[in-house]
């Protein structure tokens, strides 16, 4: 008797692992408390100037850390203990937390202390990202790994959703409230780091210094697949991405306020969360590719709906397929990456994967603060969502291996 080539596998199997769940734990404690902070941030930023360019400013400050470290942060992941590696970098950013509320309570006059507050936020972040992102693999056998990734995927955008109108419900009693919080959500994400019990150590490679550091750089410029599908996110959110000017559009445009910054914060994710559901008990069975490549596009037209919008409700309903639009790519890339890296390099691939998604999203925030600063809020919306379908368009032409990928399990390492 041999078994079937493409075993079906139970919608909830990834979940009959502990060390997965307490992933999860992590994985949406954590994101929650970032995504509060980053409401309250940008509000409290813009209160303070109102000038779309010191939004920009927020997540070039995240993002910097990032780009800077890529070389070194991937390099720990994979020399050192996954779990002892989140431990120390969560441990500081919740300090990070903890000072954003000792400064606010002091009473805050200058956005300065805040962004020198957010590049150590954004370092604690560069280190601790691959670590999480390489730890997935090594808690769930691999072929419950693509039902693990919807889960995981499903966990964080719950946490997006709930995060932002959480955050926006809780700044009206006073930003103090937020990093209140966001510190305790931080202290449980290090608890439950704290309970794992996998070993999440690979084994060590002999090969030269240099040669370990950049290996991550190398991989994944050899791989079209792989480079094909980190640079399409890259820029297509890049360009398309509108995070950093919603609280012009709650503030000044649909004029609804911090409750409705926060739903406008949460929407993407509504989108995103039910399309990951969707995923982890219907997932891709062929043309992997061609899906990816057509909901990349389907964001950015949905972008340039929500750039010419003035109904609240109409932006909200944008913003929502935006958010399945953007699953549907994280899905297919985070499998691709993680399915075609072997395990001794997961954590420098995740870090050049990470330092992508970073540009994307903290280095598109300063793109957009600066397009709106140039152009004007609306046509900065509208001129990226056009510049995403150009992407699509362009990358579909070049990436023709990316375009042809079929089921994700036939991915190999």
Known sequence: MTDSPHPIVAPRAALRHRDFRLFLAVRFFSNVGHLIQMVAVGWQVYDLTHSP????????????????????????????DRRRVALLFLSLETLSAA????????????????????????????????????VVPLVVPREHFTNAVAWSSTVWQVGVI??????????????????????????????AVSRMETRLKSETEQAPMLQRLTAGMRFVWSRPVILGAIS?????????????????????????????????????????AACAVWLAHHPLKKHAGLVMFSCVGGFGLATVIFGLSKNFALSLGTLVIMGCCDMVSVYVRQSLVQLWTPDAMRGRVSAVNLVFIGAS???????????????????????????????????????KE???????EDARS
């Open 232 to 272: 399409l996110d890259l820029f297509a959110v890049l360009f398309g991405g509108a995070t950093a000017l919603l609280p012009i559009f709650a503030r000044d445009i649909l004029m609804v306020g911090p409750w409705g910054l926060g739903l406008l914060r949460s929407a993407p994710a509504i989108g995103a």
């Open 99 to 134: 000072a954003l509320l000792l400064l606010t309570l002091q009473g805050l006059t200058s956005v300065l202390p805040i962004f020198a507050v957010l590049v150590v936020a954004g370092f604690a972040r560069a280190f601790l990202g691959p670590a999480l992102q390489s």
């Open 402 to 408: 990316l375009r042809q990928v079929n089921r994700l």
């Open 162 to 191: 709930g995060g932002p109108a959480l955050g926006g419900l809780l700044y009206g009693f006073g930003p103090e409230m937020v990093y209140g919080l966001v510190t305790a959500f931080l202290v449980i994400s290090v608890l």
């Open 361 to 399: 999203n903290e280095l598109g925030e300063f793109e957009s603060g600066v397009t709106a600063a140039w152009f004007g809020t609306i046509p900065a919306v509208i001129i990226g969502g056009v510049g995403t379908l150009l992407v699509v368009g362009l990358w579909a032409w070049r990436f």
């Open 53 to 80: 360019l010191d939004l920009g400013y927020v997540g070039l400050a995240v993002f910097l850390p990032q780009i800077l470290c890529v070389l070194v942060t991937g390099a720990v992941a994979d020399r050192f």
